[in-house]
């Protein structure tokens, strides 16, 4: 691959913005564990094989499973998640996946196991791993 733009450098400005979105999602009340869980499956969807690889080895380090880790793409046929990543899990597929919208159900599961504050950190956790994915895919990052 060719060398791509290098936004930091050409873009500080906008770069800082999204580092400031990212510093707002270390300030919540996020699990460690949920903002991985959500941070794999949508870099996952997306295809972001730099956010992969830097998200799976934060999720060992926040005590996720090998198995967990594995079998996050198939979250729905294993029996490794509590009701609540699986709400969270849906939810970031479908807001990862937006163009075909946000079910009224998978919203009303989610809008049910968290209050409104935990729920809105939810949505921005997904909102922000889907904008660095898109800058990682984009400016031709490359896993190591």
Wanted: glycine share 2%; proline share 3%.
């Amino acid at each position: 691959m060719k060398p791509r733009i290098v936004i930091p450098t050409v873009a500080p400005q906008a770069y800082q913005a999204m580092m400031n979105l990212e510093k707002y999602i270390s300030t919540t009340s996020l699990t460690p564990v949920h903002k991985e869980l959500i941070k794999i499956r949508a870099s996952q969807i997306n295809g972001c094989a730099y956010c992969i690889n830097i998200h799976t080895a934060d999720a060992r380090k926040y005590g996720v499973s090998e198995q967990r880790i594995y079998l996050l793409s198939t979250w729905r046929e294993a029996d490794v998640y509590s009701e609540e990543e699986k709400a969270i899990l849906a939810l970031t597929e479908q807001v990862t996946m937006i163009s075909n919208h946000v079910s009224e159900e998978v919203y009303q599961n989610a809008a049910k196991l968290f209050d409104e504050k935990y729920l809105a950190e939810i949505i921005m956790m997904i909102i922000t791993i889907n904008a660095w994915n898109q800058i990682g895919i984009t400016t031709g990052m490359r896993a190591v």
